[in-house]
């Protein structure tokens, strides 16, 4: 596989996790017993799903190796955060949550990939 695919891949994982995030956010998914529309879910969601959203269009539009090792470390991040409040919410770990660390897999090895792995243009242009 070379790069761009590898980059068009990580988008589409990245563009499912910004549509999920935008869905909670709006109130279509429940994440959290008795959730409702509250204005911090929106905002959650909102958030989330822009940043994810514009990870997406820049793995589509360019192929920056800090851009993925940064991507990479955000990653972290977000798996990180996502175990730190679970144990203050009910229930701790749904499935919404868990599909999103799903997909998460897939789009952080892909990050990694691309992070550690050195552009050579004369050989992308070809293929």
Do not use: C
């Amino acid at each position: 596989m070379n790069r761009r695919t590898i980059r068009f891949a990580a988008a589409a994982f990245a563009g499912a996790m910004a549509a999920i995030y935008f869905l909670i956010g709006l109130g279509v998914l429940t994440v959290v017993e008795g959730q409702g529309t509250d204005a911090s879910l929106l905002g959650f969601g909102a958030m989330a799903g822009s940043a994810f959203l514009l990870g997406a269009a820049l793995l589509l539009a360019t192929d920056r190796r800090w851009l993925w090792i940064l991507g990479a470390l955000l990653q972290i991040f977000v798996v990180v955060g996502y175990f730190a409040v679970a144990a203050d919410r009910t229930p701790a770990f749904e499935v919404w949550g868990i599909t999103l660390r799903i997909i998460q897999v897939p789009l952080f090895a892909a990050l990694v990939y691309l992070a550690l792995r050195p552009t050579d243009v004369r050989k992308e242009a070809h293929a």
